[in-house]
């Protein structure tokens, strides 16, 4: 007899099980958090708990986010800071944002997991850099365990101000004993090496302009001692490598290799300005990076040149970045922002919609060091996916080739969110009762932070 499943999804018209491996239509089955089986369509289902119609959709793994500032919800597209450069539109923002405090964290994460889930996405890192008060990354881990969301936050730092001539504000740096005490508490709280975890934990000191030397070194040897991972900002603007050769008398990446960053631990944030010699130096250590296009098409003026660094064998995937600066976090966006952004710079066969997925799905899981599990719908791996609709006004006419019509046509939504077998976003909409509670003190605190300046 076959044995019965939790879920079963059924009917779809594709399946993008993994790179290179795609269903001209099948089955998904799902026991325990995690996929059991999957079939074409000439294969009969197995029975199911429950079954969820993909009748017509494309089913893909969820999308993992690599990079995101949360927080940064509660100032999206704000005016006086909209149309500044990257150095400028932080020393806007830090004053608003050191008010910040536990409801905002909670409320911003919640909100903004919600606006993720829509999005497609499965496994989020967030990057909390700001610390004017104590226990905000407790407080976003919290929203994540009340909605059930595979949450993946950074411990970020910042221990230099603008007392010692850099950019931020007095009240949101700490020092460096506090930031490693603090960081080794949340591993010790949080951090789930465990198959199958709902969260982890990884370090990450903001920038090479806003932390010291000792920090980048000393956050080094604690994420070897516990096996975590490191996370940082690199390369991202023009204004960091005048800084970084002003302040230290090399470039960004020579600093970073100098304190001990480049490993196979470490994945980084942009990567839009290293030499080519520098992008094959970090690619031969394993250094991943996260490609933000929208927040590059903003603020940074350049982007990270994904396919000559995936051609370096260097992990390469997806993040949306803070709500602040790319101001929509929907990684359906993102992937397409990297298909557009690649052809645009590399030439229209560099870069397939294939190649897109594959950035937001296996490449995101490989920066997090993460690919047994997630970025892949290989039986076994967590039952972490998305149903795509495929009968919206826009995608219309897209008969052809169902991937390359999911992220050229669009916009596109996700049908279905599923998180280790849980489904958070059901026939479009989220199931998250908390929502309009959370959407009404996310205005609130908004409004209060916004009156701050
Ligand atoms: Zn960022």
Known sequence: MQQ?????????????????VELAGGWIAVRHGRVAAYGDSGTPAPPADRVIDAGGRVVTP???????????????????????????????????????????????????????????????????YVHPRPGLIDAEIRAAQDIGFRFYPTRGSMSRS?????????????????????????????????PGALIRVALAP?????????????????SERHGVRMHTHLAEDPDEDSFCLGHYGRTPVEHFEDVGWANDRSWVAHFAYPSDAESKRLAKAGVGVAH????????????????????????????????ASADAASLWMEARGALM????????????????????TRGSAACLGWEDEIGHLTVGALADLVVWDMASVSLAGALDDPIEALLRCGPATAWTTMVGGRVLVDGGELQLPGLPDALREHRRIAADLQRAL
Not at 181 to 194: F, K, N, Q, V, W
Not at 354 to 359: F, K, M, P, S
């Open 4 to 20: 019965r499943m939790d879920a079963v999804v059924a009917n779809a018209s594709h399946i993008y099980l993994d790179r290179g």
């Open 62 to 128: 969820g999308l993992i986010n690599t990079h995101h500032h949360i927080y940064q919800n509660l100032t999206r597209s704000f005016g006086p800071a909209v149309n500044g450069t990257l150095f400028g539109w932080l020393t806007t923002l830090y004053p608003m944002w050191a008010r910040l405090d536990q409801d905002g964290a909670y409320y911003s994460a919640y909100v903004g997991i919600a606006e993720l889930l829509l999005g497609g996405c499965t496994t989020s890192t967030d990057h909390l």
């Open 162 to 194: 603008e007392e010692d001539g850099y950019l931020p504000p007095r009240s949101v740096v700490q020092k460096n004993d506090v930031i490693l005490e603090d960081s080794e508490r949340l591993i010790r709280a949080y951090h789930d090496p465990s």
């Open 206 to 222: 903001c920038s090479p302009f806003s932390v010291d030397d000792d920090l980048m070194r000393a956050t080094a040897e604690l």
């Open 292 to 323: 933000c296009p929208s927040s590059n098409m903003v603020l940074c003026g350049a982007t990270a040149n994904v396919p000559r660094l995936r051609s370096y064998g260097m992990p390469v995937g997806l993040g949306c970045d803070g709500s």
């Open 341 to 360: 952004l690649a052809r645009f710079v590399n030439g229209a066969g560099a870069f397939t919609a294939r190649d897109a997925l594959d950035v937001g």
